[in-house]
C-alpha cells in the first residue's frame, strides 16, 4: 500500500503491501503454484505473499462507512506490475472480506478462496484472464465488503463515545489487520453519514454531498508519499478539530477537543527538533487524533494522523513521551519500515531512541538518561513475564506459526533502544551517533528493510570503527533469549531523591523497582497509601504501577480500583497486565473473568482476543 514514487527515485524494495501480492502459498493447489512462479519459501512467515513475483502500488479506495451493518463495502483498484515472466496469477491477504467481483484491466478475472488459515487469514488467489510479462503492469479492482468481525475495525454505538449522540468508527491495521477490511498509492474516497467526519492517514482533499444518498457526504483523500499497508487508517465520528501549530490539528469529540488541544501544544517543537535531529518531515501534515478510551495503543503513527489513546489526557510529561514516540515513526518506521515484523525492532528501537533524543534536547540530558533507565526496567518486567528462554524475547525473533499480535511486547522497542544506546557509548557518543541515524534515514527512507541491511550500512558509516564493531556480540543481541549482552552501567545510571520531591516520571520508576522485587506485605502498601495517597493519582503510568503493586501484595480493597481501570480504558499496555495480575490472585479470579465477559463486546477486537487468552476465556 506504499503510495506513489516518491521524488528521489523508485523503491528499492518491496513494503508490506496493503494485501500482500506475490507467488502462490503451499495451501493453494500445485497448478496454482505453477502458474504463480513455483513453490518458493514464503519471505514473510505472516503473510502468504511473495512480493518479488508481482508487486502492487498506486492504491484507489472507494468504500461506504455502514453503522447499521457494521460494514465498509466498496472497491480497492490497485496497480500491479509482474516481477516474473509469464505471470498468471497473484495472491492477496484477506480474512474475513467478501469479494464479488475482481477485474484486470476492466476484464473479468476469475478468483478463489484458499484454505483458512487462524491468524493470517484466507489466501484470494486471482486468474489474469491474460498473461503478464516482467515489468509490465495491469489494474486489478476489487468488489469487497469487510465482515462485522474485521478485526481493523472497531464500531461503536453512540453509548460507547463521549458525546453519546453519534457513531463512531476507527481502524487499527498493525500488524496484519488492514487485510480484514479490504483485500488489498494511494487515492481514498469515504462515504459517511453527512452528520459525521471522516479523517484518513493521508492529506484531505475536500468534501462533497454524496450525489447517491442525501443523507451521506463524500470525503477525498489522497496519500502521495509510499506507505506500508498497516499504516492506512481509517476514522469516522462527530469529531471536532483545533489548530495547535502551523502544521498540526488536534481531533477529538467536542467533550475532549479543547483539553487536547491544551495539552498536545508542544508537537511543533517536537516536530522541529527531529527535524533537526534526522532531516526534514515529508508528510506535509501532522495531525492529532484522540479517539475512545478502548484504543489498545499508546498512540499508531497513521502517516499525517497520529491516533492516541486518551489515557495521555493527565497533564504531565508522560504524554510528551508518547507524541514525541509517535512524531519520531515519522521518519523511523513511516520513511524507513521493517520489511516483515521479525524486524520490528528496526522500527520500534529506532523510534525510541529518537523519542528519547528529543526529550534530551527539550528537558536535559538527564531526563533522556532517565527514561532509558525506566525502559531497561521495562524490558526486565517484560522478560520476567515470557521468561528469559523464550524465543519471543530475542531482538530478531523467528515468527514462524507465531500470530504476531501475540507476541507483541516492550522487547523490539527496549532491547532495540539498548543495543542503539550502548552503540552510541561504543561508537564515540551522541553527537556521533545521530549523524549515523540521520544517514540511515536517507539511505532507506522510502524503503522497506531487514537487520541484514542496517547491520551493512552501520559497518559502512564507521569503516574506521569496524575493528570496534567486531567485538559486539551481534549472535547474542539479535539471536538470543532474555536480556541483552549489556550491563546496566554500560546505559545509564540515576539517583533518586525523596519521595516527596519525586517527579512523575521518577514515581513511575520507583514503582516500576518494586514491581521487581517479591510482593510487599499487605501492611506495606496500606502505609504506602496512607502516606502518599496513590488511589488519588490519576496519571496512568503511576496509577498502573501502584494497582499492579497492590494486586501482586493481594490487596484486596484494591481489586474494584484495578477492575475499573482495566475496563474504562482498552490500551493493553495497562488492561492485560492487570487482568493477568487479577486472574493470578485466586480471591478475585472470577470476578476478573466475569468482568472480561461483561465488557468483551466493547473492546477492540485484539485486545478482547488476548485478554480472553490470558484468561482462559479464548475459546
Known amino acids: ?10 523503491r528499492a524494495s518491496s513494503p508490506r503491501p496493503i494485501a500482500a501480492v506475490g507467488g502462490a502459498p503451499a495451501a493453494l493447489p500445485a497448478a496454482a503454484r505453477h502458474r504463480a512462479g513455483g513453490a518458493r519459501a514464503m519471505a514473510d512467515p505472516c503473510s502468504f505473499a511473495s512480493p518479488d513475483c508481482c508487486r502492487t502500488r498506486h492504491l484507489y479506495l472507494r468504500c461506504r462507512a455502514d453503522f447499521g451493518a457494521q460494514a465498509l463495502r466498496g472497491t480497492a483498484a490497485f496497480t500491479a506490475r509482474a516481477e516474473r515472466e509469464a505471470l498468471r496469477c497473484l495472491v492477496l491477504d484477506s480474512r474475513d472480506v467478501q469479494v464479488f467481483k475482481v477485474t484486470v484491466n476492466g476484464q473479468d478475472a476469475k478468483f478463489v478462496f484458499g484454505e483458512k488459515h487462524s491468524y493470517k487469514g484466507t489466501p484470494l488467489e486471482i486468474t489474469f484472464p491474460f498473461e503478464l510479462r516482467r515489468g509490465q503492469e495491469a489494474v486489478i479492482e476489487i468488489s469487497f465488503e469487510s465482515s462485522p468481525k474485521s478485526s481493523a475495525l472497531q464500531w461503536f454505538t453512540p453509548e460507547q463515545t463521549s458525546g453519546k449522540k453519534h457513531p463512531f468508527l476507527f481502524s487499527q491495521c498493525q500488524y496484519s489487520c488492514c487485510r480484514t477490511w479490504s483485500p488489498l498509492q494511494s487515492v481514498y474516497v469515504i462515504s459517511v453519514p453527512k452528520e459525521l467526519v471522516a479523517l484518513m492517514s493521508a492529506n484531505r482533499d475536500g468534501e462533497m454531498p454524496d450525489p447517491e444518498d442525501s443523507s451521506r457526504k463524500i470525503y477525498h483523500f489522497s496519500q502521495n ?28 469529540e467536542k467533550e475532549l477537543v479543547d483539553k487536547s488541544a491544551y495539552e498536545f501544544a508542544e508537537a511543533e517543537d517536537m516536530l522541529k527538533t527531529a527535524e533537526d535531529l534526522v532531516g526534514p518531515y515529508v508528510w506535509g501534515q501532522y495531525d492529532l487524533l484522540v ?9 499508531m503513527e497513521n502517516p499525517c494522523l497520529t491516533f492516541v489513546t486518551p489515557t495521555l489526557l493527565a497533564g504531565d510529561r508522560s504524554l510528551s513521551s508518547v507524541i514525541a514516540h509517535e512524531i519520531s515513526h515519522s521518519w523511523t518506521g513511516n520513511l524507513v519500515t521493517n520489511k516483515t515484523w521479525e524486524h520490528f525492532w528496526l522500527n520500534e528501537g529506532h523510534t525510541v531512541y529518537l523519542e528519547r533524543r528529543i526529550g534530551g534536547r527539550l528537558f536535559g540530558e538527564q531526563f533522556r538518561h532517565f527514561h532509558a533507565l525506566g525502559g531497561w526496567r521495562e524490558l526486565q518486567n517484560t522478560i520476567n513475564t515470557y521468561g528469559d528462554k523464550n524465543p519471543i524475547t530475542n531482538l530478531v525473533p523467528d515468527l514462524s506459526d507465531v500470530d504476531p499480535d501475540v507476541a507483541y511486547s516492550s522487547v523490539p522497542y527496549e532491547k532495540g533502544f539498548a543495543l542503539l544506546f550502548y552503540l552510541e557509548q561504543l561508537l564515540g557518543g551522541q553527537d556521533i551517533f545521530i549523524g549515523f541515524l540521520k544517514a540511515y534515514v536517507q539511505q532507506f527512507a522510502y524503503k522497506s528493510i531487514v537487520t541484514e541491511d542496517w547491520k551493512k550500512f552501520l559497518y559502512s558509516y564507521f569503516k574506521d570503527k569496524v575493528d570496534i564493531l567486531d567485538k559486539v556480540d551481534w549472535n547474542s543481541w539479535f539471536h538470543a533469549p532474555g536480556m541483552p549482552p549489556a550491563k546496566e552501567s554500560d546505559l545509564c545510571s540515576f539517583s533518586s531523591g525523596d519521595l516527596k520531591e519525586m517527579s512523575s516520571h521518577q514515581l513511575v520508576e520507583f514503582l516500576a523497582l518494586l514491581l521487581l522485587e517479591p510482593p510487599l506485605p499487605v501492611s506495606h502498601v496500606k502505609r504506602m497509601q496512607e502516606v502518599y495517597d496513590f488511589n488519588a493519582i490519576h496519571n496512568s503510568e503511576i496509577r498502573f504501577r501502584w494497582l499492579r503493586l497492590c494486586i501482586k501484595s493481594r490487596w484486596e480493597e484494591a481489586i474494584p480500583l484495578a477492575l475499573k481501570m482495566a475496563t474504562d480504558q482498552g490500551r493493553m499496555k495497562f488492561t492485560r497486565p492487570l487482568f493477568r495480575d487479577l486472574y493470578n490472585f485466586d480471591k478475585c479470579r472470577d470476578l476478573a473473568v466475569k468482568t472480561f465477559l461483561e465488557h468483551r463486546a466493547s473492546m477492540h477486537p485484539v485486545t478482547s482476543m488476548l485478554v480472553g487468552k490470558d484468561l482462559k476465556q479464548d475459546q
Open 1 to 10: 500500500h506504499r503510495g506513489t514514487t516518491p521524488p528521489s527515485g523508485p
Open 225 to 252: 508519499v509510499p506507505i506500508p499497508c498497516y499504516l492506512i487508517a481509517l476514522v469516522v465520528g462527530a469529531l471536532e478539530s483545533r489548530k495547535i501549530g502551523p502544521r498540526t490539528l488536534v481531533w477529538a
Open 291 to 299: 479517539l475512545p478510551p478502548s484504543f489498545p495503543y499508546g498512540g
